[in-house]
């Protein structure tokens, strides 16, 4: 991610009304460019397509692509993080309705597909502010070595941290009980 130079700080509500705004996240009130790909793109469609289909005679919750954003960080109220997927249990948003804006509460799974230009330590940094923010699951999908490494608090009875290869069965847990697929079926 890069940050893109401002003389001014960016609010949520601007970050909303830029008509690129998606391509963006917002950290101490300056933009970050979000790094994207063609295959990293498509690894987060394939995804959103697998838990859809898990999700369609279910009612378990909301299902978001990369625009959705969060400003759920209690340590800076203005900071807005777009994962590439996400997913919301149901009973968790007021009325069981998706706000307009970025939701002010954290996604229940959060999915980080690493893209072209992504850094260690950037992707580090956020996954530690989903588990800080309340997120219980966190994925970090790497297409190159093609593993997805998994997340959780330091409170879980199941790790909080563990490294999934091509011969693995990703699994919902928790988040989305019942949901499962191969991990090569999301690099195929």
């Known amino acids: 991610m890069s940050t893109i130079a401002s003389n001014s700080h ?7 009304d830029l008509p690129d705004g998606v391509s963006f996240e917002l950290v101490d009130g300056k933009l970050l460019e979000r790094n ?15 838990i859809t289909a898990f999700l369609a005679n279910r ?32 009973g968790r948003l007021p009325g ?4 307009l804006g970025h939701c002010p509460i954290p996604p229940d799974l959060a999915v980080e597909v690493l893209a072209p230009g992504d850094l260690a330590y950037e992707i580090d940094q956020k ?6 923010a309340g997120v219980p699951l966190v994925w970090v999908v790497n297409p190159d ?34 949901f499962s697929c191969l991990v090569r079926d999301i690099f195929a």
């Not at 960016?10 to 909303?16: D, G, N, V």
């Not at 996954?127 to 800080?132: I, Q, R």
């Open 145 to 178: 070595a093609r593993t997805i490494r998994i997340h959780r608090p330091r409170s879980s009875t199941a790790g909080n941290v563990s490294q999934l290869t091509d011969a693995d069965t990703l699994a919902g847990e928790d988040v989305l009980p019942g």
């Open 59 to 90: 009612r378990l919750g909301f299902l978001f692509g990369p625009d959705a954003g969060y400003q759920c960080f209690k340590d800076d109220p203005t900071k807005v993080r777009k994962p590439d997927v996400s997913f919301i249990k149901l």
């Open 127 to 132: 996954v530690a502010e989903y588990l800080k």
């Open 96 to 99: 069981d309705k998706e706000p």
């Open 10 to 16: 960016i609010t949520p509500e601007e970050l909303l």
């Open 36 to 50: 994207m790909g063609m295959r990293s793109s498509r690894i987060a469609a394939t995804l959103v397509g697998l």
